[in-house]
């Protein structure tokens, strides 16, 4: 084993930037490591390659920086159909391996290769990763082998995102070439190989150029098209705009030569209002009975209307006392009458309506063998279980228990019904 390279606390100083700069993450790759990852990839009937990536990681200035230095194979874990089984015998050796191969580096992550054109996609390996490699910071390496394609993914306190771009930095580690001549896996391509695989996947890739030439091509015509069809707009908005000037200056003028005496535009336009009366619960509708009917006697209304007659050199009507008190009181109860009707419909109108609302969820009681557990702020049901039973094994059951038909929709402050776990929990209020 050759000499050891530990990077921190100084920063390498001879590096080359892959893609955007990421201002949540700085991940450092060592040269010969992404040589390793690049031209790995599936041999003798094998759909994935699958390791783990060490080295260290350091706080610098307030910014997490990880640094991978080595590269390691794990045996036994890829299955068919470009699935990842981890078994203990497995994690067992590859312990034993780093021990022996890459002493003082711990996991950073894991990475997979497939085969040369392949496309793999995070999502069929994020649970694993949550599960085995739930760290801060620790990265998922995809790649399709023979220089194909990577993606770099990475956990952090934002989520699990794909990464902006890494560095690749130049330093002597002599642990990796030692590993990589044991493995016999530095393996030099040359242009005119004659390999069926390179020549299947160079011709992947001239059709994918191909195809995104075509798009480009694409994209650009139906910009164009979008520009035209904005200036077209514009052009008619512009039109219409002075047309409406036109006309209210055609407006004016006309109701200038208008004759003496004629309407306006305004008092034709407001004659054409008619008023319409809004029917009120009850059966009370307006009636059209005469002014003095509906004074009420006793009232002083009626006084104040006949000093006003009088004053214009009339005669004041005559109505007996009686009958004025027999009309006011004929009056009273059919006011009455009409306010019992109105406050039987209201009540009617008012039984027949339902009130909706949300619908709050049913709590099921704990039943043996299980707890309650109440859900914080920013919790999902993945970290729930995480943090009760470090796995996802009782997902589908919490799922059952409490009813749930999506397990992403849960709020926080909930009561879930759990199965009992062996880590203390903080109690929660009834």
Known sequence: MGELYNPFPKLPKNIRQIGERDETV????????????KRLYPTGGQDLRVGLLLGSAEDHEGTPFVFVDGAMEMEGVA???EQVSFSEEAWKKAYQNIEEQFPKRTVQGWFLCGAPGCSLSPLNYWKQHLQYFSGKNQIMYLNGGLEGEEAIYITSSDGFYKLRGHCIYYERNQMMQDYMVNQKENRKVEAGGS??????????MESKKAQLSVQKHSVSLLGGLCSALAIVVLAGGVVMFNNYEKMKDMEGVIASVLPVGAESWDGIREGETKIQVEEVPGEVFPTEADAEEALPAG???????????EAAGGQPSAEPEASGTAAGGAETAAAQSAAEQTAASVSETASSLTVSGPVLQKVTEPGP?????????GETLYGICFKLYQSVNHLDEICQLNGLSDQNHIMSGQRLVVPESSVPQEPTEN
Request: without cysteine; negative net charge.
């Open 26 to 37: 700085r991940l450092y790759v060592e040269d010969y490591v992404n040589t390793y990852l």
């Open 79 to 81: 299955v068919e159909g």
């Open 195 to 204: 390999d069926p695989v390179i020549r299947d996947f160079r011709q992947k």
């Open 299 to 309: 009232s002083g209304l009626k006084a104040d209307r006949d000093d006003e007659i």
């Open 369 to 377: 063998g299980q707890m309650y557990y109440t859900v914080q702020d």
